[in-house]
């Protein structure tokens, strides 16, 4: 069994406990419209009616040979769902609904600066597409089922087509944040072993063209030094034919898609038929531990649950318009930009850039144009929205069916605005709480069934039965409004299903602390451990208070606290660093960062912004600690651990409590003094 890990001062820690609110319903004109309206699908999922109330799901693909054994626990915790059976994910995201709906708009795509035209890529182009360029990378770069792949790609219709070629060969992908650094991109290139790299030469942020070739270059250095060669860089251009970045291609290394494309073009390739249980992409995330960890989902559980969640949950009907505002380099862009809306035949949006780019008028701009009716986002990027431009959706005429709000708590303030003015008081909404582990969402109302209420996620999906534990082992008494350590008592189709590479972590960190028998087959003795602190409100409803381990959640995208120190203490003047969470209006939490000095070396603003901008180059700009306190000692216990609780409760300007036990009291009232100041 795993330790327990040590967390002194977590994200759960500083939640705030605000009080549980009223009911908000939907509208009957939802409620008509509306997939899931019958309420015995809560007993149709119950934990009697578990596993094989899951053939539901599975019954939404399309499957070349149908599965015999739905649930396989053998090699518990590591699930097998839908043994036996076959598909292909390209092929259900696109070739089935081309009889159809071949002229349908599969990717609206909105490009970040304004005078750039909208692109509207129709099913029976995505096919086109996909095709030829899964020949190219089947030919060109000869990748083959089961081989990895890195892909580094920006908000561009190049990643949906790119994951898609790479799916239809049976190829993993492991897409990487666009804005994580060349760095970043190494470690993850090592981890997966993969030999080709997929990028782009430039894309939009906040009106700049930026150069992300050179990401490429510092990714494919860094690879090489920790063992593992790149032997092709395959370049997409933002703009096809024209050069956006001032980066040197490397001759007989570097290629520029759509100049090899030329050679495959009017090229068909049958979609490879791949074992529901093989691996469809890795997606890595941060930890307790440095090194981030690569979720691997599978084909047909994970295809399955994000096409059912997007049908029942985000009610996308075949003429709505859905537009998730997340990046597809995240999960939420993975399951609800990719997967889950092109498996239903939906349109869906992709935009480039940031939201308040040029102005916080934007995002109702786009939904104006296209017409969207299905809006799906961030509490940071509503309360970013509110803040800087509270009356702007009024002036734009769309109108809102359903809205998402994911990625971190929601404040009540915050869900009321969202619903009354983006929403223009018409528009339903769920708070959907799920993690990079899970595929998708776990907790949520089910929007024309369950109520809303501001501020809470919601009961369990139909199929999802969470349980909160105390530190003990102990179950929490149901609907006591207690907090403790919510965790999954089930499996289900979208859990990932292993750590790339690393079993016994996956095993340690998610299914070892309320294991009940670590010889067990049975899938009743392994909750799901979920890292989230959580109360359960007398009618079911989950209020998720944030992490309780070394993670943090900024802007709804998670970091790990030891990556950033491990990042900092690369700086050769540092000799302490220790990252603690700290509330902040927009962003939700943002990383404080706290470094004690070498001998002989002296504080300064230059070294502070040195260790900031290492932080950027080493993970990216995301990491950006809002403040580098330089301290002349860290608060320790006798025994020399950075007492990391105190750090965070000045930091968050909270009572630090009893602090006469450290070894070295004194500094703490320095480090509030500076920190007040
Ligand atoms: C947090 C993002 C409160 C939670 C899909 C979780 C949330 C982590 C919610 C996963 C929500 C996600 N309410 N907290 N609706 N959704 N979280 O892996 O702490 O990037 O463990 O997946 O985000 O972040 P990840």
Same mark, same amino acid.
């Given at each position: ?40 699908? !809560? ?73 750039? %035209? ?38 561009? @219709? ?59 270059? &510092? ?10 060669? &790149?032997? %092709? #860089?395959? /370049? ?23 100049? &090899?494309?030329?050679? !495959? ?6 979609? #490879? ?39 029942? &949950? ?14 597809? =380099?995240?999960?939420? =862009? ?16 992709? !935009? ?59 404040? @009540? ?7 009354? /003015? ?112 959580? /109360?359960?409100? @007398?009618? =079911? ?29 690369? #700086? ?6 220790? /990252? ?73 300007? %909270? ?23």
């Amino acid at each position: 069994m795993a330790e327990k890990e040590v967390v002194e001062t977590s994200e759960a820690e500083i939640a705030v406990h605000w009080q549980e609110e009223d009911y908000v319903y939907p509208s009957p004109e939802f409620i008509a419209q509306a997939w899931m309206t019958d309420k015995s699908i !809560y007993d149709q999922f119950s934990l009697e009616n578990f596993p094989n109330c899951y053939k539901k799901y599975a019954d939404l693909l399309d499957w070349d040979e149908y599965w015999h054994t739905i649930l396989d626990t053998g090699d518990a915790p590591c699930w097998k769902w839908f043994v036996g059976g076959k598909l292909n994910a390209s092929y259900n995201c696109i070739d089935r609904h081309l009889a159809k709906n071949k002229n349908k708009t599969a990717i609206h795509f909105v490009p970040e600066p304004f005078e750039d %035209k909208y692109e509207h890529i129709t099913y029976q182009e995505l096919y086109v597409r996909v095709n030829e360029f899964a020949a190219l990378l089947r030919d060109f770069a000869g990748l083959k089922a089961g081989d990895r792949v890195t892909l580094h790609m920006p908000m561009v @219709p190049e990643l949906p087509i790119t994951m898609l070629a790479c799916a239809r060969l049976g190829v993993i992908h492991s897409q990487v944040f666009g804005g994580f650094s060349g760095t970043a991109c190494a470690d993850r290139i090592v981890d997966s072993q993969s030999r080709i790299l997929i990028t782009m030469d430039s894309y939009y942020r906040s009106g700049s063209l930026l150069d992300h070739k050179q990401n490429a270059d &510092v990714a494919l250095k860094n690879a090489e030094k920790n063992g593992q060669k &790149v032997d %092709k #860089v395959l /370049v997409w251009q933002r703009y096809p034919g024209k050069a956006s970045s001032p980066t040197e291609m490397v001759s007989g290394r570097d290629y520029f898609v759509n100049e &090899v494309l030329k050679d !495959y073009y009017g090229k068909r390739v049958d979609p #490879v038929s791949m074992p529901a249980e093989a691996p469809l992409f890795l997606m890595y995330t941060s930890g307790t531990t440095g090194k981030p960890k690569g979720c691997q989902h599978s084909i047909g559980g994970y295809l399955s649950y994000v096409t059912a969640t997007s049908k029942y &949950v985000q009610d996308i009907h075949p003429e709505d318009v859905y537009w998730c505002m997340a990046d597809i =380099g995240w999960i939420t =862009g993975h399951s609800y930009i990719v997967y889950g809306p092109l498996s239903l035949g939906a349109s869906t949006v992709v !935009y480039e850039g940031v939201p308040t780019f040029p102005d916080a008028g934007r995002p109702w701009k786009i939904a104006q144009d296209l017409d969207v009716n299905i809006f799906h986002t961030a509490p940071t990027a509503i309360r970013a929205l509110r803040k800087i431009g509270p009356d702007e959706p009024a002036k734009y005429t769309y109108n809102f069916k359903h809205m998402t709000t994911v990625g971190e708590p929601i404040e @009540p303030e915050v869900w009321k605005w969202y619903h009354k /003015v983006v929403g223009k008081g018409q528009a339903i909404i769920v708070d959907t709480w799920w993690q990079t582990e899970t595929g998708g969402f776990l907790c949520s109302t089910l929007p024309a069934i369950t109520p809303m209420k501001p501020g809470s996620a919601g009961p369990g999906l139909p199929g999802i039965h969470p349980i909160i534990y105390d530190e003990e082992g102990k179950e929490v008494k149901k609907g006591s409004s207690k907090a403790g350590n919510i965790c999954i008592q089930n499996p289900w189709p979208g859990a990932f299903q292993t750590i790339w590479g690393d079993r016994q972590r996956f095993v340690d960190t998610y299914y070892a602390r309320y294991c009940k028998d670590p010889n067990s087959k049975r899938w009743q003795d392994w909750p799901y451990l979920t890292g989230d602190a959580a /109360v359960e409100a @007398p009618d =079911g409803y989950y209020r998720i208070l944030g992490r309780i381990d070394d993670v943090i959640n900024v802007s709804g995208h998670r970091l790990g606290t030891k990556e950033i120190e491990s990042a900092a203490l690369t #700086v050769n003047e540092v000799a302490e660093a220790a /990252v603690v969470p700290v509330a902040h209006e927009i962003k939700g939490i943002e990383p404080d960062l706290y470094i004690s000095l070498k001998p002989g070396f002296d504080a300064s603003a230059e070294l502070a912004q040195k260790i900031s901008n290492t932080i950027c180059d080493e993970i990216g700009k995301i990491a950006k600690p809002r403040t580098v306190w330089i301290v002349t000692d860290m608060p320790k216990t006798r025994s020399g651990k950075i007492m990391r609780r105190v750090l965070g409760a000045i930091s968050n300007k %909270k009572d630090v409590g009893d602090v006469t036990t450290l070894a070295n009291p004194e500094i703490v009232t320095q480090i509030q003094e500076m920190v007040r100041n």
